[in-house]
């Protein structure tokens, strides 16, 4: 048996994002000190690769299923205060281009969150193709962003009395995507 694992570029067609084998995590500075992190735990996206190559990407984010191991915290989160997820319950993501970036990507696209769009850059890793487990092929990617909040209308200030607040402005956001082909 070899350890060796066989990669080739993604050929054309649908790539669904497998939430099982996936993850969204974040981080935020926290009393200035320490950082808060967590997850969401409901996702789907895809991944289109058109015949000449060019690549597209959509992905929907359940806000309500925001963890960060605390219930309390979560539930405040998706209050009106931060993501006000009984009026905006989903984030969205929608590429315009991908380009090359040294050995790895950036991948540029219009983010939705709390009703506002905003075009970001996400640096991409793509990690290669499998042949998979006799369910077709899979496809790896890694992705991060620093978003700063106020951008997108979380704009709560909870100061310190000594100076500070109790939520950094900027968001780091990882993607950790394992994608199938239809």
């Known amino acids: 048996m070899s350890d060796t694992i066989t990669t080739t570029e993604l050929s054309a067609g649908t ?47 359940d806000v309500t299923s925001i963890n960060t191991n605390n219930e309390q915290r979560d539930g405040h989160i998706k209050s009106a205060d931060f ?39 996400l640096d991409l890793e793509f990690n290669g193709v499998n042949p998979g487990m006799g369910q077709g092929e899979v496809a790896g990617f890694e992705a991060s962003i620093e978003l700063n909040r106020k951008d997108f209308g979380i704009d709560i200030d909870m100061p ?21 082909k239809a």
């Open 15 to 61: 790539w669904t994002i497998d939430p099982v084998h996936s993850a969204i995590s974040f981080s935020v500075r926290h009393l200035m000190v320490s950082k808060v992190r967590g997850n969401f735990d409901t996702f789907s996206g895809a991944i289109t690769v058109a015949e000449d190559g060019t690549p597209s990407v959509t992905a929907e984010i």
């Open 160 to 180: 310190l009395e000594t100076g500070g607040t109790v939520v950094g402005d900027k968001i780091k956001i990882v993607l950790e995507i394992e994608a199938n």
């Open 83 to 121: 993501f006000d997820a009984g009026q905006f319950p989903t984030a969205t993501f929608v590429s315009k281009s991908v380009a090359k970036k040294g050995g790895d990507y950036v991948l540029t696209g219009d983010f939705t969150l709390k009703g506002v769009t905003k075009t970001v850059d």
